[in-house]
């Protein structure tokens, strides 16, 4: 597979970037087991406003993925920009984006109730859908995964959706840090898989 040029991998960065502004938690259950993370490639998936799809893209590293694809069931999340909820929704960022779950519970600290499915519904988050997986596509790195909402709510009744932007300028440096250098691994699986050198 041919590899851009700096200038051209440059400018793909910042048009794709402009499509996914708003970071959403993604929660999944399996065999009594919960889990979750955080997603910049969420969006609808569908035209039917009363039957309406969802759409996340979730890479094969992560727990999340295999859990997802085996259950079929999954809840997306948006997260509230408000002063009064922004130090929580901060805090859900880092703990679902943060470590793995294959190296502990992840959502114990988390507020949440189970929704139809049994997913776990995270009560602080803005808004959510839950869904059923109804179409997947095998992307090497990824798959897509498109879900029938079959639940849906707004858990604030007003507060705006947090913009990934302000959410990195307020993440403390030394998580972000330790982001990038978890996220190495990740990267480098992604380039195996689609028979790039890491």
């Given at each position: 597979m041919p590899e851009l040029d700096s200038q051209a991998s440059a400018a793909a960065d910042y048009t794709l970037g402009g499509l996914r502004p708003f970071p959403v938690a993604v929660t999944t259950t399996m065999?009594?087991?919960?889990?979750?993370?955080?997603?910049?490639?969420?969006?609808?998936?569908?035209?039917?406003?009363?039957?309406?799809?969802?759409?996340?893209?979730?890479?094969?590293?992560?727990?999340?993925?295999?859990?997802?694809?085996?259950?079929g069931s999954f809840a997306m999340h948006l997260l509230c920009n408000d002063e009064d909820a922004i130090e929580e929704s901060l805090r859900i960022l880092m703990v679902l984006g943060g470590t793995s779950g294959r190296d502990g519970d992840k959502m114990r600290?988390?507020?949440?109730?189970?929704?139809?499915?049994?997913?776990?519904?995270?009560?602080?988050?803005?808004?959510?859908?839950?869904?059923?997986?109804?179409?997947?596509?095998?992307?090497?790195?990824?798959?897509?995964?498109?879900?029938?909402?079959?639940?849906?709510?707004?858990?604030?009744?007003?507060?705006?959706?947090?913009?990934?932007?302000?959410?990195?300028?307020?993440?403390?440096?030394?998580?972000?840090?330790?982001?990038e250098q978890n996220h190495v691994g990740q990267l480098e699986d992604a380039k195996r898989r689609r028979g790039m050198s890491p």
């Open positions: 065999d009594g087991r919960s889990n979750g993370l955080i997603s910049l490639s969420a969006g609808s998936a569908g035209i039917i406003r009363e039957a309406p799809r969802v759409t996340i893209s979730l890479t094969k590293y992560n727990l999340t993925h295999d859990m997802v694809l085996e259950s600290s988390l507020r949440t109730k189970p929704g139809v499915n049994g997913v776990p519904i995270l009560t602080d988050a803005l808004a959510y859908v839950e869904a059923s997986v109804c179409g997947t596509l095998d992307n090497d790195e990824n798959t897509i995964f498109v879900g029938d909402v079959i639940a849906s709510e707004r858990l604030r009744p007003a507060g705006g959706r947090l913009h990934i932007n302000e959410a990195w300028s307020r993440l403390p440096r030394q998580w972000i840090e330790q982001y």
